[in-house]
């Protein structure tokens, strides 16, 4: 057993990560937090979260997480093309991919049956200087995920292989109740080319860009079909908790002297397979009482303010319905005579 306080030898650190592994410094983590010696972990889930995940029989066990950062190197021309740039897509999803596969070896190390309330987050630390040509690329993107790692029995899963979501706390209790399951996690990317997205016409009329829509739609079109593949493969029966991110923008055509631009989409994808708990058995869980909102503003100004308007009505009718004894009063007296 290694001890703590020891020195971390760099180069098999590294070699661990060069072979598909986590680096030395993770694995000693995930050992403290779950081992005889277990210590306590900081989690991201919210208290709700953390008090209706244990209402459906799981257990928050470690938080885990993966990280990546990728250096899209240069790529082809592809000046006087409209289509997908297959090696920058590719990069993205690599990039995704070895983040992702380092959360999963971080969950089976733990022994969890999923990971719950991932938060998913893609930067770009530098911009490629070579401008649109035959030396495009040279970009570096980094792309992390974090979440928490639960036990679950009821988790269907093989032996070893937790299952990742991306979602909540609250929506993984949700579908308990009703008797679905998570069973894969869904994700790709894809980095369209637009070849002069407007043409001359297009300058001097007003109306629809056409090759600019059609590009994004063949874009999402390509994402969704390879979606849709990677749900047939976790035999799933829908799919959950889409977050799907589009983005356009003009780029130098390429060609020198030429005043026309072109256009990148790029359309990112992630999403939660889910089907039905085989052999499914309602788990005794607690209603959640409805979320009540109070009426008086909770800014202290405004509430004395509206105490203050509250006691000046009172008056009022206070002394309408003075008057209104007064000349009772004065009727009844009035008979009286």
């Given at each position: 057993?290694?001890?703590?306080?020891?020195?971390?030898?760099?180069?098999?650190?590294?070699?661990?990560?060069?072979?598909?592994?986590?680096?030395?410094?993770?694995?000693?983590?995930?050992?403290?937090?779950?081992g005889p010696n277990k210590k306590l972990f900081t989690s991201d889930l919210s208290v709700n979260e953390f008090l209706v995940a244990r209402e459906i029989q799981t257990t928050p066990i470690s938080q885990v997480m993966g990280s990546s950062i990728y250096h899209i190197g240069r790529i082809a021309d592809y000046k006087g093309a409209t289509g997908e740039i297959e090696s920058i897509s590719q990069a993205h999803r690599e990039s995704r991919r070895r983040a992702i596969s380092r959360l999963f070896q971080e969950a089976q190390i733990v022994?969890?049956?999923?990971?719950?309330?991932?938060?998913?987050?893609?930067?770009?630390?530098?911009?490629?200087?070579?401008?649109?040509?035959?030396?495009?690329?040279?970009?570096?993107?980094?792309?992390?995920?974090?979440?928490?790692?639960?036990?679950?029995?009821?988790?269907?899963?093989?032996?070893?292989?937790?299952?990742?979501?991306?979602?909540?706390?609250?929506?993984?209790?949700?579908?308990?109740?009703?008797?679905?399951?998570?069973?894969?996690?869904?994700?790709?990317?894809?980095?369209?080319?637009?070849?002069?997205?407007?043409?001359?016409?297009?300058?001097?009329?007003?109306?629809?860009?056409?090759?600019?829509?059609?590009?994004?739609?063949?874009?999402?079109?390509?994402?969704?079909?390879?979606?849709?593949?990677?749900?047939?493969?976790?035999?799933?029966?829908?799919?959950?908790?889409?977050?799907?991110?589009?983005?356009?923008?003009?780029?130098?055509?390429?060609?020198?002297?030429?005043?026309?631009?072109?256009?990148?989409?790029?359309?990112?994808?992630?999403?939660?397979?889910?089907?039905?708990?085989?052999?499914?058995?309602?788990?005794?869980?607690?209603?959640?009482?409805?979320?009540?909102?109070?009426?008086?503003?909770?800014?202290?100004?405004?509430?004395?303010?509206?105490?203050?308007?509250?006691?000046?009505?009172?008056?009022?009718?206070?002394?309408?319905?003075?008057?209104?004894?007064?000349?009772?009063?004065?009727?009844?007296?009035?008979?009286?005579?």
């Amino acid at each position: 057993m290694r001890l703590r306080n020891q020195p971390i030898d760099l180069a098999t650190s590294l070699a661990h990560v060069r072979s598909g592994g986590l680096p030395i410094r993770a694995q000693l983590r995930l050992a403290d937090e779950t081992g005889p010696n277990k210590k306590l972990f900081t989690s991201d889930l919210s208290v709700n979260e953390f008090l209706v995940a244990r209402e459906i029989q799981t257990t928050p066990i470690s938080q885990v997480m993966g990280s990546s950062i990728y250096h899209i190197g240069r790529i082809a021309d592809y000046k006087g093309a409209t289509g997908e740039i297959e090696s920058i897509s590719q990069a993205h999803r690599e990039s995704r991919r070895r983040a992702i596969s380092r959360l999963f070896q971080e969950a089976q190390i733990v022994g969890a049956d999923a990971v719950i309330g991932v938060r998913l987050t893609e930067r770009l630390i530098t911009v490629g200087a070579h401008g649109k040509g035959g030396d495009d690329g040279d970009e570096v993107i980094e792309f992390t995920v974090v979440g928490t790692a639960i036990k679950g029995a009821w988790i269907t899963h093989p032996p070893g292989q937790p299952i990742i979501t991306d979602l909540t706390g609250q929506d993984f209790w949700a579908l308990a109740r009703e008797g679905w399951e998570p069973c894969g996690f869904l994700f790709d990317f894809c980095r369209y080319h637009v070849w002069h997205v407007m043409s001359d016409s297009s300058w001097s009329s007003g109306g629809e860009v056409r090759a600019a829509s059609q590009g994004v739609e063949n874009a999402r079109a390509l994402v969704s079909r390879r979606l849709e593949a990677q749900a047939r493969q976790f035999q799933a029966e829908f799919v959950v908790g889409s977050d799907v991110k589009v983005s356009a923008r003009e780029v130098p055509c390429g060609f020198e002297g030429c005043r026309l631009n072109d256009m990148d989409v790029d359309v990112s994808w992630f999403g939660t397979a889910i089907r039905r708990i085989p052999n499914y058995v309602a788990p005794h869980v607690t209603n959640v009482p409805p979320l009540v909102l109070g009426m008086i503003p909770l800014n202290r100004k405004k509430a004395r303010d509206f105490v203050e308007g509250e006691e000046d009505e009172s008056k009022e009718l206070e002394e309408i319905g003075k008057k209104m004894e007064e000349r009772a009063g004065e009727e009844e007296g009035g008979e009286t005579e």
